[in-house]
């Protein structure tokens, strides 16, 4: 994916705003540090960077995205223009000194060059150490990028030597309108959105027929809630427990109910806008007008105390959401 | 692109790029051979981003038609599965022409493979080359100064810009040198430039030895142009371009002693053996050391201790020994490696004291020498 300017200035107004004021008073520095949580356009970022300083044609700070340089910075084909990922688990000192070796020659077209070190906290602690050569005696002309999720394990002799960029999550609004742009029904694309915020987890959970699967389960569940309640735990053995088998298939579960409650309580408060299950809005309504908002209160309650339970206790999954069922009915 | 093409030429330029086409590469792009049809011929590149290497066929060599273009333009193919298809295909002439999505057809007699290629803007430029600043070295030449110096560069990665051989032009003179701080070789060659160049850059080791590999022998001249980030060698139909280390190297003029306090002249060939010789037992020991002293008549004695191997002695005949007694160590590789590096038959080597650096050179000759330090024994 290919971001522009504008767009990393919407989603990180304070990065985009410090890296152009740096490139347009042509202070570069020698070393940067992305960081931030998945998905929150780090490495795009940091090609865009690459692309402003390499770009043939660029206005002003911007670049042409059309040229040979961008196109295969894009690419990855650009021979100035590095990045350096874990090789397995972690970055191995090896490719830390193969790094080295690049520092020391020229650059293959122009005089500058750029390295992005990708996941830069699996860097081991010997290969970190050799960066920190090259990070406190800078070459000219050249710039290095480190992305990092984790920036607390990083070095500190690592980070006290670059300048660090911290990258705001996403809003998932605007990660929801990505997930359509890529084909995505919109009630999912919401759904995904509000559950993860890096774009490509919600996009292959959007597209997992699972989750399509989950969210009807939730639906369904909700109206049983009016049946007996030996039809009810029925339910809950025969669709609900199977489908969500794993633990963190639970966790999700609960979460896509408690969403579910939350959009009952915004009907009653006469917000249909932002709404996650917008295309149930019918049966929504009808159901928000049947229940009274304390019962909704006191659900979203017990979803949250039942969240809770799971994750600090140790009790057996069905016993938890038949317990739930049974009190979100009451 | 559309042209048909003489396999044995089109089979000697794959297999002269394929050199500089590495397997293990982080740009994509550079795991293939670009292609380049123009209408004075085509021309094949391969490059690891350190070294690239271009060939060049022409329309007709001695007469006989090589290329024909029908239509210019560029392609990049696989290197792996191309060179493997070109050496295989069953008749003598290749038709290679591109299509849509840069799917390219080869053909030879009934064979068709459809290869899928690259876009060719996405490889790397090899920088522009300004003939007037080119000087010519004969290849031969070129060949002996690299031997003569490249084997000294650093192999440690501790001070990478010693890692290269440093070349230095001025006054019309080109001095290449090469040290990894316990050695140093150094070669100068007078070049047919105007006086008021001068350039000082340091070029990968590794590269020097590819180029030493890929020239074919002979006293054909070699252009050489020296840009700002690469050096290019052009020989007939082949460009060499390498990468060029980024720093400044060292000033190495003023650890070569002027003064000497003892000189010995040997038969290169003789010292070699005695020192070989010498070494079979010191090789076992942790730092391959030999000792040299002299003796009264002008004579050397060289010897060798492992103590739990044992103990080898040697006396020479020196052509000629004046100056004060001497009893010096040094490793036997550092020394090996000097005495073939030197031409000549008979070379005459300086010391100025036991914990000083000597140096070799050919008799009366100042356009080669090398220096090694010492080793400190008790």
Known sequence: MTMRWEQLAKRQPVVAKMLQSGLEKGRISHAYLFEGRRGTGK???????????????????????????????????????????????????????????????????????MYIVEHAEQMTTSAANSLLKFLEEPHPGTVAVLLTEQYHRLLETVISRCQVFSFRPLPPSELADQLVGEGVPLPLALLAAHLTNSDDEALALSQDRWFAEARTVVLQLYEMLSKPELQLLFFVNDRWIPHFSEKHQLDLGLQLLFYLYRDLLHIQAGQTDGLLYSDQLERLQQWALTCPQRRILDGMEAILQAKARFHTTNMSTVLLVEQLALQLKR | MNISIDREALAKSVQDVMKAVSTRTTIPILTGIKLTASARGVTLTGSDSDISIESFIPLEKEGRLLVDVKRPGSIVLQARFFSEIVKKLPQQTVEIETEDNFLTVIRSGHSEFRLNGF??????????????????????????????????????????????????????????????????????????????????????????????????????????????????????????????????????????????????????????????????????????????????????????????????????????????????????????DALRALDGTDIQISFTGAMRPFVLRPLHSDSMLQLILPVRTY
Request: aromatic share 6%; glycine share 4%.
């Open chain 2, 119 to 336: 876009n060719a803007d996405e490889y790397p430029r090899l920088p522009q080359i300004e003939e007037e600043h080119a000087f010519q070295i004969p290849a031969d030449l070129l060949k002996a100064m690299i031997r003569q110096t490249v084997f000294a560069v650093s192999t440690s990665e501790t001070r990478p810009i010693l890692t290269g051989v440093n070349w230095k032009i001025e006054d019309g003179e080109l001095v290449c040198t090469a040290t990894d701080s316990h050695r140093l070789a150094m070669r100068k060659v007078k070049i047919g430039i105007e006086s008021d160049w001068a350039y000082n850059v340091v070029i990968p080791g590794k590269s020097l030895n590819e180029l030493s590999k890929i020239l074919a022998d002979g006293n054909h001249p070699i252009d050489i142009v020296i840009t700002a980030n690469q050096v290019l060698f052009k020989a007939e139909h082949l460009l060499f371009f390498s990468r060029l280390l980024d720093g400044n190297y060292p000033e190495t003029a003023r650890l070569i002693p002027t003064d000497s306090k003892t000189t010995v002249t040997v038969n290169a060939k003789e010292f070699l053996q005695a020192i070989d010789r010498a070494s079979l037992l010191a090789r076992e020991g942790r730092n391959n050391v030999v000792k040299l002293a002299t003796l009264p008549g002008e004579r050397l004695e060289i010897s060798s201790v492992s103590p739990e191997i044992g103990k080898v002695t040697e006396q020479l005949k020196a052509e000629s020994l004046e100056g004060e007694e001497l009893n010096i160590s040094f490793s036997a590789k550092y020394m090996m």
């Open chain 1, 43 to 113: 490495k795009a970022a940091s090609l865009l960077l690459a692309k402003s300083l390499f770009c043939l044609s660029p206005s002003g700070v911007f670049p042409c995205f059309q040229c040979r340089n961008c196109r295969r910075i894009d690419s990855g084909n650009h021979p100035d223009v590095r990045v350096i990922s874990p090789d397995g688990e972690t970055i191995k000192k090896e490719q830390i000194e193969w790094l080295q070796r690049e520092f020391t020659k020229t650059a293959v077209e122009s005089d500058k060059k």
